[in-house]
Nanobody, 124 residues
Framework: QVQLAESGGGSVQPGGSLTLSCVIS????????TGWFRQVPNTAREGIAS???????IYAASAQGRFIISRDLAKNTLYLEMHDLTPEDTASYYC??????????????????WGQGTEVTVSS
């Protein structure tokens, strides 16, 4: 059974940085795509970044140049480094796993498993 556990959320001032982590148990990163999404209440979940089974990354325009997705295969952990944060980045952040092998995708329908989310607040 695949289980995902995010951590690293919190409050940060505009311009600051945070790194989110997601430990995924019972999972092989080299067989599936894995990604990060975020959601603001009453809005659709937004795909932020994903990494394919072979390590290729894709980013949403809102994340390009500021966020970095990475993974540590030995630790079964997915990361999202976030830099130059703005209040518009305030959201609940979710990691997701199980996208088809070789794909780099940002649509939530392609992922099978989800974490519970971690909150990120950017304010002064």
């Amino acid at each position: 059974q695949v289980q995902l556990a995010e951590s690293g959320g919190g409050s940060v001032q505009p311009g600051g940085s945070l790194t989110l982590s997601c430990v995924i148990s019972g999972y092989d990163f080299t067989e599936y795509g894995t990604g990060w999404f975020r959601q603001v209440p009453n809005t659709a979940r937004e795909g932020i970044a994903s990494i394919s089974s072979d390590g290729r990354a894709i980013y949403a325009a809102s994340a390009q140049g500021r966020f970095i997705i990475s993974r540590d295969l030995a630790k079964n952990t997915l990361y999202l480094e976030m830099h130059d944060l703005t209040p518009e980045d305030t959201a609940s952040y979710y990691c997701a796993s199980g996208a088809p092998k070789w794909w780099t995708v940002l649509d939530e329908g392609s992922f099978r498993n989800w974490g519970q989310g971690t909150e990120v607040t950017v304010s002064s």
